[in-house]
């Protein structure tokens, strides 16, 4: 999937779907996201078909994009989820996902998290510490329960990705050490209230290559023979997410061949196979959509101004992260060279610099691609900016998935203490 195969030009006019991004903005002011149901439900076929030799579940990173619309997309497609805090688990509960097909991941679990995640009866607890298995240990001590487990081990290897969003280094906070998973499963298996289940691997996100997930897993793969030859059972591989996507020109190996790589590697060991696609579900299937405030000739440089700025879409200013930036009328104006900004008070609020964009006017509607992904879920009201709505598209029918606040509601969440 390309950054524009769902969101197509007709007559030089951006659709998503069977509808035009204008008449969408008719009805929901800028800024808004908006993603097509057809491309995350495609999406997701294209996992359950490339995985459907191998005895797999398809657990959807929920921290890409937990709108109840899109998690109960997924789930109605048979989606489990990957989780990483209690409030991404009532997301996926309340959007119709089984705990049962529940992943939990994240370095600093709660108390009330692995309590409430062992009254439900999740799946798998990614565990990614001695002190958190401990902690675990005792929580389902006191409940009486058996919590399944898995260690997110830490293989050391270099994903080969941003190093904000490498997972899988010795030096990065996650997992445990590979060199010391032998200890820790050794330490589980003595531990009351805990079943030794899986093992489990994330080494990053936006992978473009296949070569860091091969190393990744034949170490996994040793791994696994080695705690079997220590007694233990192990039936389930977590192999994570990350698998990128196009946002430029980027060659993304294809989600068969991504299926083939696990096959080879895993396949002998007879586990049922986990994945936690995040970016490779709903990267390219939603669009963050703004209009021109106002086109300003700098001395240097000419300013596209948008109404959507970094609170919105964190990207580019955190990870230097490339968007396509594409007029949504095209028109027959020619390209003109921009730097793309939004309206905070940062000059690290910059979408793109020197960017061709088709010359636009103050009005105008202009699409940021990609945006599916980690777009909406990171942003924020810094500014006092209001959250932007996000909207979903199936054929020629939109709903708004996610309203926008009023200044009311924001303003309401700050208290005045009383001895003020
Ligand atoms: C544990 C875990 N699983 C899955 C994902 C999803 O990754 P991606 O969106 O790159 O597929 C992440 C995020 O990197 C993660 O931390
Ligand atoms: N937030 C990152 C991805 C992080 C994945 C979470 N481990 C991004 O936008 O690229």
Redesign the pocket.
């Known amino acids: 999937m390309t950054p524009v195969s769902y969101f197509p030009h007709k007559n030089n006019e951006m659709y998503v779907e069977d509808i035009a991004v204008s008449d969408i903005a008719q009805h929901v002011q800028t800024p808004f996201y908006c993603y097509s149901s057809t491309a995350i439900e495609t999406s997701f076929q294209e996992y359950q078909n490339a995985f459907i030799s191998q005895d797999a579940l398809i657990c959807y990173?929920v921290?890409?994009n937990s709108n109840q619309a899109v998690l109960a997309t997924l789930a109605k497609l048979g989606s489990g989820a990957?989780v990483?805090s209690m409030g991404e688990i009532r997301r996926a509960i309340t959007a119709g996902i089984k705990a049962d097909k529940i992943v939990y991941?994240?370095v600093a679990k709660t108390q009330e998290e692995i309590h409430y995640a062992l009254s439900l009866g999740i799946f798998q607890f990614?565990v990614e510490s001695e002190p958190e298995l401990e902690l675990i240990s005792k929580v389902a001590t006191s409940l009486n329960k058996t919590a399944s487990i898995a260690f997110?081990i830490n293989p050391d290897v270099c994903a080969q990705t941003h190093a904000k969003?490498s997972?899988g280094k010795a030096e990065n906070k996650?997992g445990v050490p590979i060199s010391k998973a032998r200890i820790a499963y050794k330490r589980a298996a003595s531990l009351p209230g805990i079943k030794v289940q899986g093992v489990d691997v994330?080494i990053?996100?936006?992978?473009t290559s296949l070569a860091p997930f091969e190393e990744a897993y034949q170490r996994i793969a040793e791994l696994v023979d080695e705690l079997r030859a220590d007694g233990h059972e192990i039936s389930v591989v977590d192999v994570?997410?990350?698998?990128?996507i196009t946002y430029l020109d980027e060659v993304i190996p294809n989600k068969q061949s991504y299926a083939d790589l696990v096959k080879a590697q895993l396949g002998h060991l007879n586990c049922k196979i986990i994945i936690?696609?995040?970016?490779?579900?709903l990267?390219n299937a939603g669009i963050l959509v703004s209009s021109v405030v106002f086109v300003k000739n700098g001395e240097e440089r000419q300013f596209l101004i948008l109404d959507a700025g970094m609170n919105d879409l964190i990207r580019p200013s955190m990870y230097e992260a490339y968007h396509q930036i594409i007029a949504v009328n095209k028109g027959a104006n020619e390209l003109k060279t921009y730097d793309v900004v939004g309206p905070v008070c940062e000059t690290g609020d910059t979408f793109a610099k020197a960017r061709q964009v088709h010359e636009s006017d103050a009005g105008d509607l202009i699409a940021i691609m990609s945006s599916g992904?980690?777009g909406s879920v990171m942003s924020s009201s810094y500014n006092t900016r209001m959250l932007a709505p996000e909207v979903m598209v199936k054929g020629n029918e939109f709903a708004i998935v996610k309203k926008r606040p009023s200044y009311e509601e924001i303003i309401k969440q700050d208290i005045i203490p009383s001895w003020l």
């Open positions: 990173a921290k890409a990957d990483v991941s994240g990614n997110r969003i997972t996650f994330h990053g996100s936006q992978l994570g997410g990350g698998l990128g936690e696609p995040g970016r490779s579900l990267g992904a980690y």
